[in-house]
């Protein structure tokens, strides 16, 4: 290795670690607010039967992730829409809206509000009720463009700065699947896109691929759309994945990032259909959510407490779900499961030619 190398590695690794304390400063900011989601002290409802893993082991995990989001990143597999440098500059921005709303949280979290948004779109008809809610107990849910503008913030926060090098990992069954192909001539749909995080830097390293993006919320949509505006063959769709308007067999990789722990359970079978049915044979499905109980015993405390700590209705039957027998009635096959710090990337694929 070069001295320029290793110049360029030590530069990454302090970015990573400038990252994360940035993030990490916000939370304990969060937490003098009286806005911490997981005050275990100040709060008494969060009490778990489970061990909570030690602080040594925490770190020790937020680590690897980020190492191994550098070394996919160094080996070509991705490329990440977000530099340290830029991000942070961009963060700041952010940073005096997101303190700014803390004490909202908090007051919202103490007194379990959890649907306020309900009584201003429930009349429309067009979002379904699970959807209606203050999910984290953050202002205005899913639902305008201040929580669009945040909460990419928000997370980072939670998750110490490693939110986005989760997320990039579901890249990497997508890099293995189109390795030798002609993007040009391959489609992929990424349910539930958020903020287009996840697809900004699908773009940045596969510019041809024809990509989809679909959101239940308009505000989180126009925003991907401005992350994603400098890119062609990209669509956008504002739909529920309980009814994905297009004709069977119409992808060849479908996406979805943290969404089945936010749907109830009788939702999940519904859009597992959909996303098996508009897959084409012989295509992947790459699931990418939180763990679940068991993937890795000395964080089963932490999905015991989160649910209760950040408001998540539908979080604790799906860390109990089994993800196999969820997908294998619609005819997708799990080949392969990959844990990632706090999250778990599983690749289906769909039986067929």
């Known amino acids: 290795m070069s001295f320029v190398d290793r110049i360029d590695k ?31 002290e100040a709060d008494k409802r969060l009490v778990t039967k489970r061990k909570m893993p030690k602080r040594e082991e925490m770190f020790r995990s937020i680590g690897e992730v980020l190492e191994r989001d550098r070394w996919n990143q160094e080996q070509g597999i991705y ?24 004490p909202k949280v908090d007051r919202r979290r103490r007194q379990e509000k959890r649907t306020e948004v309900r009584e201003e779109y429930e009349a429309s008809n067009f979002y379904p009720a699970y959807y209606l809610q203050n999910f984290h107990y953050q202002t205005d849910g899913y639902l305008s463009e201040d929580s669009a503008e945040i909460y990419d913030f928000q997370v980072e926060t939670l998750f110490s700065g490693t939110a986005g090098a989760m997320r990039r990992q579901a890249l990497v069954p997508v890099a293995a699947f189109l390795r030798g192909k002609d993007q040009r001539k391959l489609a992929l749909l990424d349910v539930a896109c958020g903020t287009g995080s996840f697809l900004s ?7 041809r691929l024809n990509v989809t993006a679909l959101d239940l919320s308009p505000f989180y949509l126009d925003k991907a759309k401005a992350a994603l505006k400098d890119w062609t063959r990209t669509d ?27 749907l109830p359970p009788e939702v999940r079978p519904i859009v597992a259909r959909e996303i098996a049915r508009v897959l084409k044979p012989g295509g992947i499905y790459v699931h990418s959510d939180t763990l679940q109980l068991g993937d890795y015993p000395p964080f089963d405390g932490l999905l015991d407490l989160f649910p209760r700590a950040v408001h998540e209705p539908y979080y604790a039957t799906y860390v109990q779900e089994d993800l196999s027998e969820l997908f294998s009635p619609c005819g997708l096959v799990k080949q392969s499961d990959e844990n990632a710090f706090l999250t778990k990337v599983s690749v289906f694929s769909k039986q067929g030619a």
């Open 236 to 262: 956008f769709v504002h739909a529920n994945a309980e009814h994905i308007p297009t004709e069977d067999g119409s992808y060849d990789i479908i996406t979805c990032v943290y969404l089945f722990h936010e």
């Open 10 to 40: 030590a530069g990454a690794r302090f970015g990573q670690g400038l990252k994360s304390a940035w993030y990490i400063g916000h939370y304990m900011a969060a937490l003098r607010m009286g806005g911490s989601v997981l005050d275990l």
């Open 79 to 102: 490329t990440s829409a977000e530099s340290s440098a830029s991000e942070l500059l961009s963060s700041a921005k952010r940073s005096l809206a997101f303190l700014k709303d803390v």
């Open 201 to 207: 830097s699908l773009k940045l390293t596969y510019p």
